[in-house]
């Protein structure tokens, strides 16, 4: 019995093990994490999605057409399964469809490199009612002005070390300098957006993937990356790739119904 007692306990720590080493990784490219946020109102942001995998939310994403969610390259790294649409609280799914393909640029290498965005075929078209609702593009590139005010939402964590949340957050973030923002990353990818991290204590956290930035009704980038593992600092930017700069390819995959 002793040994059988023994054997559990093992069991039990090596499970909690791989449980915390899976948490730590997901940092890197998961989940939906706003600081100092708030919750979305109810009847708002109705073109948010939740991009899972079998085990849950791993990626943030907004509905684009009825049969396409735009979403972060990089969430492709996961063995994506379905979007949830329809709610704010991910303990309540409303609309749950499962991806069909997943459509990348051929210039997409890595997060580092640019072009991080993926459109999600559905496998059946969404269904627009009073909780799903399809947010607009920026056709062309908008006059965004340094310091002009967005917004950007998600689920998730609400600090560096804080707890994951399941009711959709949202926080206002301003429009950052390029210049400023190539002189914070000196390598910065081509085609980007900066906006909120740098010099404030608003932003996405780690693995905030895939989300809109949200600049007068329009979506105008799709959260990428920021500083690894550390999501309360002032010191730089907030990185997403810029929607006008792709918005020939997203019009013509959906367009066409399929990648190419």
């Known amino acids: 019995m002793n040994c059988l007692a023994g054997l559990m306990d093992h069991l039990y720590k090596f499970?909690?093990?791989?449980?915390?080493t899976l948490a730590c990784l997901g940092q890197n490219g998961h989940g939906s994490d706003i600081i100092n946020g708030k919750k979305v109102p109810p009847n708002s942001m109705l073109y948010m999605a939740s991009v899972q995998t079998v085990q849950g939310h791993v990626c943030g994403g907004f509905l684009v057409s009825e049969g396409f969610v735009l979403t972060a390259a990089h969430c492709g790294n996961e063995n994506l399964t379905s979007v949830v649409l329809g709610t704010h609280n991910?303990?309540?799914?409303?609309?749950?469809?499962?991806?069909?393909?997943?459509?990348?640029?051929?210039t997409y290498k890595d997060v580092g490199y640019g072009d991080d965005i993926m459109l999600l075929k559905l496998g059946r078209k969404a269904q627009m009612d009073n909780s799903v609702q399809i947010i607009p593009l920026a056709e062309t590139i908008i006059n965004i002005n340094e310091n002009a005010q967005c917004h950007v939402a998600g689920w998730g964590k609400t600090s560096t070390r804080g707890r994951?949340?399941?009711?959709?957050?949202?926080a206002d973030v301003s429009i950052i300098d390029p210049q400023v923002c190539k002189e914070k990353w000196p390598r910065l990818p081509h085609n980007v957006i900066c906006a909120g991290g740098y010099g404030t204590n608003k932003g996405f956290c780690q693995g905030d993937s895939g989300?809109?930035?949200v600049c007068n009704g329009l979506a105008v980038g799709v959260v990428s990356f920021n500083k690894n593992f550390n999501c309360d600092y002032p010191d730089v930017p907030n990185v997403y790739t810029d929607i006008t700069k792709h918005i020939y390819w997203i019009r013509s995959i959906i367009r066409q119904n399929n990648c190419f």
């Open 15 to 20: 499970q909690l093990f791989l449980l915390l």
């Open 90 to 106: 991910l303990n309540t799914v409303q609309q749950m469809i499962f991806i069909e393909k997943k459509c990348k640029p051929n």
């Open 164 to 170: 994951v949340v399941n009711e959709l957050r949202m």
């Open 211 to 213: 989300g809109p930035l």
